[in-house]
């Protein structure tokens, strides 16, 4: 009787710590395996940025909340009270693919799917129509959306990139990096890019 019980227990309990565990089709699935950076090659998935994240001193025009891209230093400023940034490194858009001006934050996603833009997919005809977002997903673990344009502020799968001008126009951080800053701001926001 004592072995029957014990069994007993044994499946209670092994059921009810599968029934805990994350599943892959849950949006907040991360395989702790790439947090820890045993992905294979490449490291993990949640790398540290090569330029790391620090705060700065600032005294620019922009109200706290703001975020304000420099495209020649390659960094994001998010303006904070007191006379202060969160600098972060970014990758931007490559030559004849910068953009200047004032926007909004218009949507935030997390883990988001991917839509490449035609003309992408006509400069690269080997992209797919359509992406699930996850690991592999260039847009990688979040998305901030620019007012009514294609570009955005996302994560990355390839931190090598950051500090360089890569993209199409799009705004890369290191997937920390961009979940960090995605914690901290809301729909509305300013974004500007400037030099």
């Not at 805990?20 to 940025?49: E, K, M, V």
């Not at 007012?147 to 951080?173: A, D, F, K, Y």
Request: glycine content about 12%.
């Amino acid at each position: 009787m004592r072995f029957v019980l014990s069994l007993m227990l044994a499946a209670a309990f092994a059921l009810g710590a599968l029934a805990l565990q994350p599943t892959r089709a849950s949006a907040d699935w991360i395989n702790p395996a790439l947090l820890n950076g045993d992905a294979g090659p490449g490291g993990g998935f949640f790398q540290s940025s090569p330029i790391p994240r620090r705060t700065v001193d600032y005294d620019g025009p922009y109200a706290p909340g703001t975020i304000v891209i420099s495209h020649s230093e390659r960094r994001l400023y998010l303006v904070q009270e007191g006379g202060k940034a969160i600098q972060y490194g970014v990758g931007v858009g490559r030559p004849g693919f910068g953009w200047r001006g004032s926007y909004r934050l218009t949507r935030m996603a997390e883990w988001p799917d991917w839509r490449p833009p035609a003309a992408m997919r006509r400069r690269q005809p080997d992209l797919p129509v359509f992406m699930a977002g996850g690991p592999e997903n260039p847009l990688g673990a979040r998305a901030l959306y620019i007012g009514n344009t294609l570009w955005r502020i996302h994560g990355s799968n390839e931190p090598q990139t950051i500090g360089s001008e890569v993209s199409s126009g799009c705004i890369r951080m290191t997937n920390e990096d961009v979940t960090h800053l995605y914690e901290r701001v809301r729909v509305g926001a300013r974004i500007v890019m400037r030099d």
